[in-house]
């Protein structure tokens, strides 16, 4: 059972882990060999991939996410939150969304969306540890960067041996898709 809080994990390359989660999810969407299929709720303020693919699906307005992941972690008993402001139509897929996370405690995940506010990933959090998830369905790791360093300081080292002359080749590798999101490669050949 996954629960999607405005995370777009099924729609590309932008989310972190993408591949995984995608050919994971796809995995549990088969109906061989016995494998039970997994069920996909989303809640979020625009159509997504991820959103389309859900069994279940409720639009909020982007500021109600928040206010819907901590109703719903008070109602797992991970927080103190109540429903307030939610409609009778959210607190029906609310306590749905409740009654199946705890039939499939330690086999379910809440994800938060990467630009969700710290309050909805703290929420989940909360839930996915309530839930007993931790350490089987999400596992925690450290932020990898690949190539760590100081950009302006390498940008201003890249300037500096363009002037000096000992740049041969410059070649500048952009994503077609993201542009404005992702950070430009810079290779520099001597």
Same mark, same amino acid.
């Given at each position: ?6 995370a777009d994990f099924l729609s590309g390359a932008a989310y972190p882990g993408f591949? =995984?989660?995608? %050919?994971?999810? &796809?995995?549990? %969407? =088969? ?22 693919? &859900? #069994? ?33 139509? #959210? =607190? ?6 409740? =009654?199946?996370? $705890? &039939?499939?405690?330690? $086999? ?11 309050? !909805? ?15 089987? *369905? !999400?596992?925690?790791?450290? *932020? ?19 002037? &000096?002359? $000992? ?8 994503? *077609? ?8 490669l810079i290779l520099r050949v001597r």
């Amino acid at each position: 059972m996954i629960l999607s809080l405005d995370a777009d994990f099924l729609s590309g390359a932008a989310y972190p882990g993408f591949h =995984k989660l995608a %050919r994971d999810y &796809a995995k549990r %969407r =088969k109906l061989e060999g016995g494998v039970e299929m997994n069920r996909l709720y989303a809640v979020e303020p625009s159509t997504t991939t991820t959103g389309l693919k &859900a #069994e279940h699906r409720l639009a909020l307005r982007a500021t109600e996410v928040a206010l819907f992941a901590a109703a719903l972690a008070a109602a797992l008993g991970a927080g103190n939150a109540s429903g307030f402001g939610l409609s009778g139509d #959210e =607190k029906k897929f609310l306590e749905s969304v409740a =009654k199946d996370l $705890k &039939a499939n405690a330690g $086999k379910s995940v809440v994800i938060p969306g990467e630009q969700q506010t710290p309050d !909805v990933h703290l929420a989940a959090i909360a839930i996915n540890q309530a839930l007993g998830n931790v350490g089987k *369905t !999400v596992v925690y790791t450290e *932020t990898i960067n690949p190539l760590p360093s100081i950009q302006g300081e390498d940008l201003k080292s890249l300037v500096a041996d363009l002037n &000096a002359g $000992k740049v041969d080749w410059l070649v500048i590798l952009t994503p *077609t898709r993201f542009t404005a999101l992702l950070p430009i490669l810079i290779l520099r050949v001597r």
